[in-house]
């Protein structure tokens, strides 16, 4: 029985990116905890998110395990990082999905398929339907499009250099985390 059959409604949720929207981003990956910087602006966004009641899901590929360039130690120490940064400044985030595997290893978890999309709402117990799904690569926009959820661009990471071989650029274009959980916040006090 899904909440909406109980009578009570379907929480809402986001789904965050982590490199490139939350923390910086590098071409040779994000291998250790000292490399490992926030984009400013990132806590807080996160921070209103979870402190307005909403379910905060970040969902990222981690292809540099596979790659043996990143240890599974390293990973899990800026993890726990980033959740110590969110619950310091007064905020939560529900769970934290990664793929592991490279882009030949066949998984049905690597963006832009949407194993890591569907995990987190079946772990967390929200739905998909619009559920924003924010992030700075086509992969990403790409599984929030395969589960009806809301794709939503950020300029930061990769962001510039998706849109610059986009068609046309995406309905929900943001300069940044914080610039689009404010969009979502005044959106859903609105509605």
Same mark, same amino acid.
């Given at each position: 029985m899904t909440l909406e059959q109980a009578g009570r409604p379907t929480p809402r949720a986001v789904i965050l990116d982590r490199d490139g929207v939350i923390n910086h981003d590098s071409d040779a990956y994000i291998k250790s905890l000292q490399e490992w910087r926030t984009i400013p602006g990132s806590i807080d966004a996160i921070v209103r998110l979870s402190r307005? =009641?909403?379910?905060?899901?970040?969902?990222?590929?981690?292809?540099?395990?596979?790659? =043996?360039? !990143?240890?599974?130690?390293?990973?899990?120490?800026?993890?726990?990082? !980033?959740?110590?940064?969110?619950?310091?400044?007064? =905020?939560?985030?529900?769970?934290?999905? *990664?793929?592991?595997?490279?882009?030949?290893? =066949?998984?049905?978890?690597?963006?832009?398929?949407?194993? !890591? !999309?569907?995990?987190?709402?079946?772990?967390?117990?929200?739905?998909?339907?619009?559920?924003? *799904?924010?992030?700075?690569?086509?992969?990403?926009l790409e599984a929030a499009r395969r589960v009806g959820a809301r794709p939503i661009l950020v300029r930061t990471g990769k962001g510039e250099r998706t849109l610059s071989y986009m068609p046309e650029p995406p309905e929900d274009l943001h300069a940044d985390l914080a610039a689009a959980v404010s969009a979502l916040l005044d959106e859903s006090e609105r509605n």
């Open positions: 307005a =009641g909403w379910i905060v899901a970040v969902c990222t590929n981690q292809s540099g395990i596979a790659r =043996g360039l !990143l240890e599974p130690t390293e990973l899990t120490a800026m993890h726990d990082r !980033l959740r110590e940064l969110v619950r310091t400044a007064g =905020g939560d985030i529900n769970g934290i999905f *990664v793929c592991p595997h490279g882009p030949e290893d =066949g998984c049905d978890c690597r963006k832009p398929k949407p194993g !890591l !999309l569907l995990k987190a709402s079946q772990a967390l117990g929200f739905s998909l339907a619009g559920t924003p *799904v924010i992030g700075d690569s086509a992969r990403d």
